[in-house]
């Protein structure tokens, strides 16, 4: 089945800087890559997604990239607000059903 | 608010017991998906369901067991709990069962065994 890594595990940014976090996925058949943001005790939500056939998908501030052949994507914020201080799960879809990263917490410092 | 509900919101119950998760999808939508979230622990798997049918199960233990009614509603099913069954555990819905759809996430059923 799809095995999926999301690295780091925890990012501190200054407020107004970049944030970049990656993810790895190994089966060469997902095509479907979304990004959720979860909020402390809250759902998670989706963001921003990415197909297969896309190698970059750009919405304001926030942009995901793919590298099909290296079986990489990643996810860009820029101008970090405290706002953005959540959880960010990647996920690749498997024969049914996602498969999520195991997370990374973002923290803004204002 | 995504349109998927879930309830209890949260439940405490002791070990050995069992417990009916319930959610009910958004209007139209056929697939329902349950996920476990331990503490800081990302989002496992459980099981998908499509219009009644079981499509595709993850790390299911033996011990749980889920269900898709015909008018789309899912039950997941916790028995003989252990402290470690302690979760938050989401469900969430999308249109159809194929890659690539968007899935909605409910707000979560918080499960604190004692």
């Known amino acids: 089945g799809e095995n999926v890594e999301q690295h780091p595990s925890t990012l501190s940014v200054q407020e107004g800087d970049s944030a970049v976090i990656k993810c790895t996925y190994s089966d060469s058949a997902s095509n479907y890559f979304p990004w959720y943001k979860q909020e402390l005790g809250k759902r998670p939500q989706l963001i921003i997604d990415i197909r297969s056939n896309v190698g970059e998908k750009k919405d304001q501030r926030i942009a995901v990239t793919l590298n099909k052949t290296a079986k990489h994507f990643s996810l860009h914020i820029t101008e970090t607000q405290p706002e953005d201080s959540a959880v960010y799960f990647c996920?690749?879809?498997?024969?049914?059903?996602?498969?999520f990263g195991t997370g990374t917490r973002l923290t803004v410092i204002p | 608010d995504s349109g998927v509900t879930q309830t209890p919101k949260h439940l405490i119950t002791a070990t050995g017991q069992r417990v009916t998760l319930r959610c009910s999808p958004r209007?139209?939508?056929?697939?329902v998906y349950w996920y476990q979230q331990s503490l800081d622990q990302g989002l496992q798997f459980l099981i998908h369901?499509?219009?009644?049918?079981?499509?595709a199960k993850g790390n299911i233990l033996e011990r749980f067991s889920a269900q898709q009614f015909p008018d789309l509603h899912s039950e997941l099913n916790l028995s003989s709990l252990e402290l470690g069954d302690s979760a938050l555990y989401f469900c969430?819905?999308?249109?159809?069962?194929?890659?690539?759809?968007?899935?909605?996430f409910g707000p979560g059923t918080r499960l604190t065994v004692l």
């Open positions: 209007s139209g939508d056929l697939s």
């Open positions: 969430a819905s999308s249109v159809a069962s194929y890659q690539g759809n968007e899935q909605f």
């Open positions: 369901y499509y219009n009644g049918e079981e499509r």
């Open positions: 996920a690749a879809t498997g024969a049914n059903n996602l498969f």
